[in-house]
Structure formats: C-alpha cells, structure tokens
C-alpha cells in the first residue's frame, strides 16, 4: 500500500507552510524514523518552498491509521493544530497527484520545470540512505516517466509564466529601466537566482551577501556581481534598490527595525523586497514602512495565476496523460495478484509428476543412466510448460486488462480443482504433496520460483 501525506500551497498559507518546512537534512531524518520505527518499509520527502509531501510504502499488514499517525506527526512536529491542513492520499490517488506534482500540474505556476527535479532531489536522498526499495522505486519510475510524457507531449510549459519573469516585471514597474541600479540578492536559493540573473541581464548591478564568503564567491563565480557576508548588510541596504531573499535561515534575516534604519537612509527611495524564502526571511510587517514593496512567494504566484488561461487547454490534455499513468499502474498491481496462483499451479504440477518419476526411477526405469534420466526431466519440464501455458497466459492477461474480480475467480477456481491450498500462494499443504525439484531424477534444489513463472509465461512476452 502507498499513502501520501503533504501540505502545500493549496492547503496552507505561508504562515503555516514556514512551520512545517523541513531542510535537506530534516527531510531524510524524517524517513528514516518512519522507516527505522515501523511505521513504513520505504519512505521518501518532497521538500520545497510551496509543499513537504511524505510517501511511504506501509508494511504489509500494517494498520494503515497507524502509519498516518505516524506521518501526521512527523510532518506537523506533533502540532495537533496544523493536521487539518495536511491531505492524504492512498494507492491510485497517491500517484495521480504525485504524478500532477511532477507534471507542475499543482505548482503556483503551472508548466514551471523545477519541481520535478525537486522529486527526484528527494528520492536521491532516501536512496542514499537506505530508505527507499523496490516498491517506491516502481512508483517513482511511474512518476518520472509520465511527467516526462506530459513536459514532451503537451505544451504546458510553453510561455510559462515564471515567478522569476514576475519579479522582473514588478521591478520594472517600480524602477522602469533597470540599468544603473542596484540589485541585492540574499542567499544562494536557486530561484532566488534566476531572479538576482534576470535582474542583472536588465541592466542592474548586482551584490551577493550570505553567511560564507566561499559560497557566496561561488555564485558571484556564475552570476557575476561583488561578494558579502551578511554581517555587511546595514551598509548593502543604503545602496540597493531590489532585495531578492532566499536563503534557508529558520528565522528573519530582515527585520522591520533593519529595514526601517535602511529607508531612513535612503531619503525617499523605493525598496522592493521579494522574499521567496520559506521559511519568510523579510519580517512581513516590514511591507507596512513608506516606500518598501514587500511581495513573498505566494504574492507573485497570485500575480502569475492571472496569466495561465492560455495553458488550461494543454492543462486538460496534460490530466489526460495522468489517467494513463494511473490506468497503467492499476494493470501492473492487478497483474501482480496473478503470481502467487501461477507459481502454486506450477508447484502443484511439478511435484505430483516428480512423485511419479520418482516411482518409475524406482521400478520399470531404474536402469536409466544419468544422461536418458536427465533427457526424461527436461521433456517432462517441457510438458509442464506447455500444458500450464494457457491458464498462465489467461491470469496475466487478465492481469493486464486490470480485471481484478475475474482475476479472483479464475484463480479460486483453479485453486480448488488443483487442490492449490498449501503450495506457495495458498494457506495449507496436502501432506502428500512433496516438494518441487527438477524433473531430472535428482535430488537438486529446486529453480526459483520467479524464473519458472518466467519459464511458463515466456511465449507471452
């Protein structure tokens, strides 16, 4: 069983978001305690500034409320009064609306390219520490690839309407031409810096401040502009004329009293502060002092929302593209509930013809030699395949169409007629069935069961 958790812009405002937001570290601390407690066998967290979504994979048998207590509790911090912002979801919903998220097709801009590669951001990290497997890695393929699908054969990204591009055009609304002034970016955020690029391709000059001059060097290394330490910002807010603030601080970075010292300054020039940190780096009642625009992160996607009529067409053939992810999910989980029928059919077979080779290794045939022994267990192993072809092909193909009801009626009647019940797959053993083992005449260990699955279903694709 999947289930989700999560809280984004859609549930929560930014007041609440900034309390339950989790940095790279918390994000995998997260899935491990889950995983490490019991409480999932996998788990991976997507962690931006617009959402914290927790997936899991539930132990088999596991009470499902169980583990959403869990996940509420780790996601909230054990804060009662922010649950009701948290949505779930389970198995099929669970991939739709990952598969929306990876598509953009729930971000505050629709179209925008980040986020996917912020879902694979997060599953990297849980892979590397050893909390994701073989369940949560066929959801993410699922995922990925119908994203992929989505971003190549739709235009939902075409002409897309970025926060950045908004950013620039409340800049210029405010300065007109940006040549000759002065832009101050704040941390080393990724959009912050493709706000603090846009800026300076307009023509403005550009200052980088954050707590490591080696990391802020980095960025003046790819951005241009001058390096500083955050300690320097009294003296870089006389000067500046746009703030870009993007940092991961847990606490304002500019206060209302700093932002308040700096307008005095300045002698009626405009600031315009755009915090797309979340936590918010900008004290928010700073918005309030003459001459400081203060615009955050939900700000300029209300302003982007305005412009995407022209994508909901895209949009609709984008869900479309969804519906088959899910569609295609569904197929492979009923097909899997096949299995357990085949392998118990083919055990069943095998081990009644090995009781009567062994009987007849025994008596008339005791004098074969290893040789005629071993041709007799290949032709037998060869009939096996070819008389449980059929019903095989039939489950999976049933499997595939994801007729789950007739699925389960084929195979308890084939349990019943094949007295099934006991080999694996089944609750309990005839006593007098032995184990399988090649039909050879030997007494050698048995072949996997997937790979004689495999063996049957092989003429089927």
Same mark, same amino acid.
């Given at each position: 069983?999947?289930?989700?958790?999560?809280?984004?812009?859609?549930?929560?405002?930014?007041?609440?978001?900034?309390?339950?937001?989790?940095?790279?570290?918390?994000?995998?601390?997260?899935?491990?305690?889950?995983?490490?407690?019991?409480?999932?066998?996998?788990?991976?967290?997507?962690?931006?500034?617009?959402?914290?979504?927790?997936?899991?994979?539930?132990?088999?048998?596991?009470?499902?409320?169980?583990?959403?207590?869990?996940?509420?509790?780790?996601?909230?911090?054990?804060?009662?009064?922010?649950?009701?912002?948290?949505?779930?979801?389970?198995?099929?919903?669970?991939?739709?609306?990952?598969?929306?998220?990876?598509?953009?097709?729930?971000?505050?801009?629709?179209?925008?390219?980040?986020?996917?590669?912020?879902?694979?951001?997060?599953?990297?990290?849980?892979?590397?520490?050893?909390?994701?497997?073989?369940?949560?890695?066929?959801?993410?393929?699922?995922?990925?690839?119908?994203?992929?699908?989505?971003?190549?054969?739709?235009?939902?990204?075409?002409?897309?309407?970025?926060?950045?591009?908004?950013?620039?055009?409340?800049?210029?609304?405010?300065?007109?031409?940006?040549?000759?002034?002065?832009?101050?970016?704040?941390?080393?955020?990724?959009?912050?810096?493709?706000?603090?690029?846009?800026?300076?391709?307009?023509?403005?000059?550009?200052?980088?401040?954050?707590?490591?001059?080696?990391?802020?060097?980095?960025?003046?290394?790819?951005?241009?502009?001058?390096?500083?330490?955050?300690?320097?910002?009294?003296?870089?807010?006389?000067?500046?004329?746009?703030?870009?603030?993007?940092?991961?601080?847990?606490?304002? #970075? &500019?206060?209302? +009293? %700093?932002?308040?010292?700096? !307008?005095?300054?300045? $002698? *009626?020039?405009?600031?315009?502060?755009?915090?797309?940190?979340?936590?918010?780096?900008?004290?928010?009642?700073?918005?309030?002092?003459?001459?400081?625009?203060?615009?955050?992160?939900?700000?300029?996607?209300?302003?982007?929302?305005?412009?995407?009529?022209?994508?909901?067409?895209?949009?609709?053939?984008?869900?479309?593209?969804?519906?088959?992810?899910?569609?295609?999910?569904?197929?492979?989980?009923?097909?899997?509930?096949?299995?357990?029928?085949?392998?118990?059919?083919?055990?069943?077979?095998?081990? #009644? &013809?090995?009781? +009567? %080779?062994?009987?007849?290794? !025994?008596?008339?045939? $005791? *004098?074969?030699?290893?040789?005629?022994?071993?041709?007799?267990?290949?032709?037998?192993?060869?009939?096996?395949?070819?008389?449980?072809?059929?019903?095989?092909?039939?489950?999976?193909?049933?499997?595939?169409?994801?007729?789950?009801?007739?699925?389960?009626?084929?195979?308890?009647?084939?349990?019943?007629?094949?007295?099934?019940?006991?080999?694996?797959?089944?609750?309990?053993?005839?006593?007098?069935?032995?184990?399988?083992?090649?039909?050879?005449?030997?007494?050698?260990?048995?072949?996997?069961?997937?790979?004689?699955?495999? +063996?049957?279903?092989?003429?089927?694709?």
């Amino acid at each position: 069983m999947i289930q989700l958790f999560g809280v984004s812009h859609k549930s929560a405002p930014i007041e609440v978001r900034e309390r339950i937001a989790k940095g790279e570290e918390r994000a995998a601390e997260l899935a491990a305690g889950l995983v490490s407690g019991g409480y999932a066998s996998e788990a991976f967290v997507v962690s931006t500034c617009n959402r914290v979504e927790v997936i899991v994979a539930a132990p088999p048998g596991n009470d499902p409320q169980r583990t959403a207590a869990a996940c509420l509790d780790a996601l909230c911090a054990g804060d009662r009064a922010l649950d009701r912002y948290v949505y779930a979801h389970r198995d099929q919903a669970a991939l739709r609306h990952l598969t929306r998220v990876a598509a953009s097709l729930d971000s505050m801009v629709v179209g925008e390219p980040q986020i996917l590669g912020q879902i694979k951001q997060g599953f990297d990290w849980a892979r590397t520490r050893g909390t994701v497997g073989a369940e949560l890695h066929q959801v993410f393929s699922r995922v990925v690839r119908g994203a992929r699908r989505i971003r190549t054969e739709t235009g939902i990204g075409a002409g897309q309407v970025s926060v950045p591009a908004i950013a620039i055009q409340l800049a210029s609304q405010v300065f007109g031409d940006l040549s000759g002034h002065v832009v101050l970016l704040v941390g080393s955020g990724e959009m912050g810096q493709a706000v603090a690029r846009l800026l300076r391709d307009g023509g403005a000059k550009l200052l980088v401040a954050g707590r490591s001059l080696e990391r802020v060097s980095e960025v003046t290394g790819t951005l241009g502009g001058t390096p500083h330490l955050l300690s320097d910002l009294p003296a870089l807010l006389k000067v500046a004329d746009v703030i870009v603030s993007s940092t991961s601080a847990q606490d304002y #970075v &500019l206060s209302r +009293e %700093l932002l308040d010292r700096a !307008r005095r300054q300045r $002698r *009626g020039r405009h600031l315009l502060a755009i915090d797309l940190a979340v936590p918010r780096d900008i004290e928010p009642s700073a918005g309030e002092l003459d001459g400081v625009f203060l615009y955050n992160i939900d700000d300029l996607a209300s302003v982007a929302a305005q412009s995407q009529a022209s994508r909901r067409v895209e949009a609709e053939r984008a869900e479309k593209l969804v519906d088959e992810v899910v569609s295609g999910w569904e197929r492979a989980q009923t097909s899997r509930q096949a299995t357990p029928t085949i392998k118990a059919l083919r055990a069943r077979i095998g081990a #009644v &013809l090995q009781t +009567e %080779l062994d009987k007849s290794l !025994r008596g008339r045939l $005791r *004098g074969l030699d290893e040789g005629q022994r071993a041709a007799l267990g290949a032709m037998l192993d060869a009939a096996t395949n070819r008389l449980l072809h059929p019903p095989t092909a039939r489950l999976r193909e049933l499997g595939g169409e994801g007729d789950s009801e007739t699925l389960e009626q084929y195979a308890t009647i084939l349990s019943e007629l094949f007295e099934l019940t006991g080999t694996e797959g089944g609750s309990s053993s005839p006593s007098h069935a032995p184990a399988p083992r090649p039909l050879d005449g030997r007494s050698s260990p048995a072949p996997a069961d997937e790979a004689a699955c495999a +063996e049957v279903g092989t003429s089927q694709g």
